[in-house]
């Protein structure tokens, strides 16, 4: 067990006992032939558990995502999408670099948005002064804790196929936003062509993401993949523990939801000295604010504790909780809260 309280993230997990098992035992093959039992096994649950025809094992989010902008898109081509969304704020300046593309970026304040939101951003028609509008980018969960209604999903897909323009959905927790809607997570990638999902968030695999979509989408995809550098050997060590993601670890994600309404609401008790973001505590994580003024001692504060999360951002401190963050866990943070306050209203 660690020596502190990891909240940064989700990713922080360690692979569960069983997982590592199934890594030593995994049979393997050479996945570029696509001679990997384990990882087509693997790709076969992912795109049946998306109800998609077909899926791809990638090492990361940011390659599946940038893979699917590779694989979507032409070079000069336009992106439609939320400011707030990870290849516009954390992919290092991947899309510009790998894709060639535009992001024509839609900036709301609760980071997802109407069909009727964005049509002025959408190119109808092709004119020489204009890029080329291909894609429209939507997201869930969405990366303040908060999901992406279904409804306003659905309206984006049937008028994105409408006008031909494709649907990507980077759903890189999208089982957290299917536990929190309380449905399969199929029924959220319907509206889509294609999806990004994470098992290293949340689901506590070591390593590796999918790329789900069309038989024709996939292959075009495994031809891009090759291009990035992403074309693997025997790496069912790594995609058995995926399969155990899928199987075992999306059936607990209710309580990682639930922990994380726990500590919220244990730190909006002290509404003096933080401004909680309640209302947007959906899966399993949750933002606060001081309300006492720049304090660059508080993470130094928790840190004391055991208790470790980033410096904020925009602002906020972000907390998540993961199958690392047990009840006692919780309930120490939780008794730790008075002196945490304390020292902050010195």
């Known amino acids: 067990m660690l020596p502190y309280i990891d909240l940064r993230s989700d990713t922080?997990?360690?692979?569960?006992n069983e997982m590592r098992q199934a890594m030593a035992n995994a049979v393997v093959g050479d996945d570029m032939m696509q001679e990997d039992p384990t990882v087509n096994e693997l790709q076969k649950l992912s795109a049946e558990m998306l109800g998609k025809e077909d899926a791809l094992f990638v090492p990361s989010g940011v390659f599946g995502n940038q893979l699917a902008l590779f694989t979507h898109c032409n070079r000069g081509d336009e992106v439609v999408i939320s400011n707030d969304s990870h290849p516009v704020q954390h992919e290092a300046g991947a899309p510009a670099i790998i894709a060639g593309v535009n992001m024509r970026i839609v900036t709301t304040e609760k980071q997802w948005f109407s069909w009727d939101e964005i049509t002025q951003f959408i190119r109808f028609e092709e004119d020489l002064h204009f890029p080329k509008t291909s894609l429209i980018w939507v997201q869930n969960s969405l990366g303040n804790g908060d999901v992406w209604p279904l409804d306003e999903m659905r309206k984006i897909y049937e008028n994105a196929q409408k006008f031909g323009f494709s649907v990507h959905l980077d759903g890189a927790r999208i089982f957290n936003a299917a536990t929190y809607l309380n449905v399969e997570a199929k029924e959220i990638a319907k509206y889509s062509d294609s999806v990004m999902f994470c098992l290293s968030k949340g689901l506590a695999a070591p390593i590796g993401s999918m790329l789900v979509?069309?038989?024709?989408?996939?292959?075009?995809?495994?031809?891009?993949?090759?291009?990035?550098?992403?074309?693997?050997?025997?790496?069912?060590?790594?995609a058995a523990p995926g399969l155990i993601s899928l199987q075992e670890m999306t059936k607990r994600l209710h309580k990682d939801h639930e922990n994380?309404?726990?500590?919220?609401?244990?730190?909006?008790k002290y509404d003096d000295v933080f401004d909680v973001n309640i209302e947007k505590v959906k899966t399993n994580m949750f933002f606060l604010k001081l309300k006492i003024?720049?304090?660059?001692?508080?993470?130094?504060?928790?840190?004391?504790?055991?208790?470790?999360?980033?410096?904020?951002?925009?602002?906020?401190?972000?907390?998540?909780?993961?199958?690392?963050?047990?009840?006692?866990?919780?309930?120490?943070?939780?008794?730790?809260?008075?002196?945490?306050?304390?020292?902050l209203k010195r």
């Not at 994380?260 to 909006?268: G, I, N, V, W, Y």
């Not at 401190?317 to 304390?342: A, C, G, M, Q, W």
């Open 293 to 343: 003024g720049e304090r660059t001692d508080f993470l130094k504060i928790l840190g004391s504790h055991g208790i470790l999360t980033y410096p904020k951002e925009l602002g906020w401190y972000r907390f998540v909780t993961h199958k690392d963050i047990t009840d006692e866990n919780v309930n120490f943070i939780i008794s730790k809260l008075p002196d945490i306050v304390e020292k």
């Open 213 to 238: 979509g069309t038989k024709e989408f996939i292959a075009k995809a495994r031809y891009k993949r090759k291009i990035m550098g992403g074309a693997m050997r025997q790496v069912g060590v790594l």
């Open 260 to 268: 994380a309404s726990k500590l919220a609401e244990a730190f909006a």
């Open 12 to 16: 922080v997990t360690h692979p569960t």
